[in-house]
């Protein structure tokens, strides 16, 4: 298992995750917003606005996990059974603390 490119698209990851927060934290304007909600809902939009952030922000919380984990040697174990997580699960859920079987 290759750590160093794994920690490299995590770390990669994360700072378009921390741009795409500070993005939506710099809509100060309430009229602006209200604009922006107006044209979001003639669109069918819903409530994608308040979606993104939060969606946003708990990917980030998991990469911040996974690095973590990644410093102390636990990475690409399973924290519920212990078992090596196979390359391929990590290729599409390079976050995950879990392995395919405890995942689902």
């Known amino acids: ?15 378009e995750l921390a741009g795409l927060l500070s993005q939506a934290a ?8 209200a604009s922006v909600r107006q044209q979001v809902a003639a669109r069918g939009g819903g409530g994608a606005i308040a ?14 996990a996974a690095l973590a ?3 102390e040697g636990s990475y690409g174990y399973c924290q ?6 196979s390359d391929d699960w990590l290729d599409q859920r ?9 995942a689902l």
């Open 80 to 85: 519920i059974c212990g078992d090596d997580m």
């Open 1 to 15: 298992m290759n750590f160093s490119a794994r920690k490299q698209s995590l770390e990669v990851r994360r700072l």
């Open 94 to 102: 390079p976050a995950s603390p879990f392995c395919r079987t405890c």
């Open 69 to 71: 984990r990644l410093r």
């Open 26 to 33: 710099c809509i100060p304007d309430p009229a602006q917003m």
């Open 51 to 64: 979606v993104l952030p939060k969606a946003s922000l708990d990917e980030l919380r998991r990469i911040d």
